[in-house]
């Protein structure tokens, strides 16, 4: 039987919305603005929250018009942040009381005005020896892969499941020593951006003691911490949630993003429509110094850069194609066993980290005598 080709349909994409201003000639040019109704699920009152971030005008405020396929107006009334119900996909005329323009967006992709690449491509580079190496191995060099399950585990003592999932009440909490492979530790400034973390000098704003310099002789400290490898502190907790396998994947592909003051999601795709809104609570619930919550202006980067992602007239365009730990392999089972005793509040015991001696002007001193059983068990 001869075998035809599989035929690749064309699937529709999620930015159903287009957007247009008028030229100084009173004129409609192209769209370079887009959005999507998720399905038609987004409110109108959400949608203005995402123009906000792109939308510039002289009176401060404005309001749409549908158009049709030829940019002309159509009978219905403007549309206005305080109109009810849900926005429709179709074109859409931006009418401002002045002139409108475009915001451009601070993100992960141009905020380093040198860079001309993915961050996911492995260049290559000569070293001081004249040798050729691929920034992917400096990367490791100096972010290296044996922090990635004292991440993990102290995200997991601090979040105690799923950050996303806890929130919306849809699984319990990181119970079973089985359950490791449902959970990973999620970076919100992802390791492929190693070299924007150091051109902010990202690392001056954590405060997590276990990536501190002045600890690394304490045996608790992170394993590069300890081995005075890396004082990049990109694996600071302060740069991570702990998720399961789905939302990490949702999260890094800019699906959607936590708000940095109200802690809600904002989803930008039609698959975590249903998360919208939700007050993720996990990583704020029970502040310790030990267990620092994700930094603000992490999270503010990565949710305004989710927002040009999900608007941009191109779409994707700051999407990570690999994982953050692309050259790590994973733990051995020997080590998922070794890893996995993190039991304080799974056993019935109340978490101790209130007892722990250490103060903000002594924060080199995690060497305590708390019960720190399976915190940083590497």
């Given at each position: ?12 994409s999620i930015q159903d919305i287009s957007l247009y201003i008028r030229s100084a000639d009173d004129s409609i040019g192209d769209s370079n603005l887009c959005g999507s109704s998720l399905e038609g ?278 999407e990570l194609d690999v994982d953050d730990d692309d050259d790590y392999e994973g733990p051995s089972e020997l080590e998922e066993i070794r890893n996995e005793q993190v039991k304080i509040w799974l ?32």
């Open positions: 039987m001869q075998l035809s080709k599989v035929p690749n349909p064309q699937f529709p699920r987004r409110s109108i009152a959400d949608f203005f929250r995402l123009l906000d971030h792109v939308v510039v005008t002289t009176t401060g405020d404005y309001k749409l018009q549908k158009i049709n396929d030829t940019l002309s107006p159509l009978t219905n009334p403007p549309i206005e942040r305080s109109s009810p119900g849900n926005i429709t996909a179709g074109k859409y005329l931006i009418l401002g009381g002045g002139r409108v323009t475009f915001e451009t967006l601070v993100t992960f992709s141009n905020i380093l005005v040198a860079r001309t690449e993915s961050p996911t491509v492995k260049r290559i580079k000569r070293d001081g020896g004249g040798t050729i190496s691929s920034v992917s191995s400096v990367r490791s060099i100096r972010d290296p892969p044996d922090d990635s399950q004292s991440f993990k585990m102290r995200l997991v003592y601090r979040d105690k499941g799923c950050a996303v999932c806890l929130a919306a009440e849809i699984q319990a909490i990181y119970k079973y020593r089985e359950d490791s492979n449902r959970y990973e530790g999620a970076h919100i400034i992802a390791l492929a951006y190693h070299d924007l973390w150091d051109t902010k000098r990202f690392s001056a704003l954590v405060s997590d003691p276990f990536t501190d310099p002045a600890n690394a002789d304490s045996r608790f400290a992170s394993p590069s911490t300890r081995t005075k490898k890396d004082f990049r502190r990109i694996n600071s907790l302060e740069n991570g949630i702990l998720l399961c396998l789905q939302h990490h994947k949702d999260y890094d592909s800019f699906r959607f993003a936590i708000h940095p003051q109200t802690h809600q999601i904002f989803a930008f795709h039609p698959a975590t429509a249903a998360l919208q809104d939700v007050e993720v609570k996990a990583p704020w619930d029970s502040p310790n110094v030990l267990y620092p919550p994700p930094h603000p202006d992490f999270l503010k980067l990565h949710y305004v850069t989710s927002i040009a992602n999900a608007m941009k007239g191109s779409g994707g365009d700051y056993d019935g015991l109340s978490p101790t980290t209130s007892s722990f001696d250490f103060m903000v002007d002594n924060k080199g001193n995690i060497e305590t005598s708390a019960d720190m059983r399976g915190v940083v068990s590497v």
